[in-house]
């Protein structure tokens, strides 16, 4: 955000869904939020923890932004 002078979240959530360089934005983003490391899916004990505890609170966060406001579905769709 620093490198674009983006200062708020919600002008860099625009960005990514409407600026013109909107996918190689998303792509940097995902490149610096992960670690471009595909162990993590092959580890079982890894990926039952995910399926077990991630999942549940992943699918919780999702109804909480619904019930929090259900009538900005654009806005909802990003998250899912």
Do not use: H
């Amino acid at each position: 955000m620093q490198l674009l002078n983006v200062t708020r979240f919600e002008d860099y959530l625009q960005l990514l869904e409407y600026g013109q360089q909107r996918e190689s934005e998303f792509e940097l983003l995902c490149n610096t939020v992960t670690i471009n490391e595909t162990s993590f899916f092959r580890n079982e004990a890894q990926m039952n923890a995910f399926q077990q505890k991630l999942t549940v609170e992943i699918i919780n966060a999702k109804e909480n932004v619904w019930q929090t406001n259900p009538q900005n579905m654009e806005r909802g769709m990003f998250f899912w």
